[in-house]
């Protein structure tokens, strides 16, 4: 693989499911971000880690958490899913914090 | 804290026109500056990228203007192709408060055959 890698592509979900995105970049990044996209609100930020081993919030992490066990991957998850997280869910890396930002393909998540 | 606010949600040009794409931003200790194209169905992909220090950059097609005193930056298309039709996104980070970056909402730019 080379970039970053996104699964699954797209998920339908029940509501009080547990789900976990993953995400893998192999690019030996030291920053990954977990974004949600909706139409009309852009990008915004759930939860981000700056190194492996630490994580921190971003403008929207009630709901989801992240764990950074190793450098490559950085996985999202909802405990209990509702269907206001129905959203596209993008992750990214960057070699640095504010450094550019590279993106996977996104995966678009339904909870009904 | 950081706001970044794009000037228009939509723009639609004229296929062979140039394009321009404008943002403002709020903290004055910004200091890069990235843009990135969202294609249909995709994530968003770098384009071209900018530090404090430069007023100016420019690679194929593309030139990134930054006017630090109004807090303003720009993205200029040349030779606007359908290709070119995308989601643009600027984006503003800063090496202060936890080396964040604010992503404004973005402008869809629609390019007529």
């Known amino acids: 693989i080379a970039g970053i890698t996104q699964a699954p592509t797209s998920q339908i979900l029940a509501a009080g499911r547990r789900m976990t995105l993953r995400c893998t970049q192999d690019m030996r990044h030291n920053a990954m971000y977990w974004y949600r996209q909706d139409l009309g609100l852009g990008l915004r930020l759930i939860h981000y880690s700056n190194t492996a081993g630490t994580t921190g919030k971003g403008e929207v992490p009630d709901g989801y958490s992240v764990s950074r066990a190793n450098t490559d991957d950085f996985p999202l998850t909802l405990a209990s899913a509702v269907p206001s997280q129905t959203s596209v869910y993008f992750c990214?890396?960057?070699?640095?914090?504010?450094?550019?930002?590279?993106f996977g393909p996104g995966t678009r998540l339904t909870v009904l | 804290g950081e706001s970044v606010g794009l000037h228009l949600p939509t723009l639609s040009v004229q296929e062979g026109d140039n394009s321009i794409i404008n943002c403002a931003y709020s903290n004055s200790a910004s200091d890069y500056f990235i843009w990135y194209k969202q294609e249909s169905g995709k994530g968003p992909q770098f384009i071209i990228d900018?530090?404090?220090?430069?007023d100016k950059r420019q690679g194929q097609r593309v030139t990134v203007l930054l006017n630090k005193t109004v807090k303003h930056l720009s993205l200029q298309i040349a030779a606007t192709q359908p290709g070119d039709s995308a989601v643009y996104f600027c984006?503003?980070?800063?090496?202060?408060?936890?080396?964040?970056?604010?992503f404004g909402a973005g402008t869809r730019l629609f390019v007529k055959a």
């Open positions: 984006a503003v980070a800063g090496h202060t408060g936890g080396f964040k970056t604010i």
């Open positions: 900018i530090r404090s220090n430069m």
């Open positions: 990214a890396s960057s070699e640095q914090g504010a450094d550019t930002q590279y």
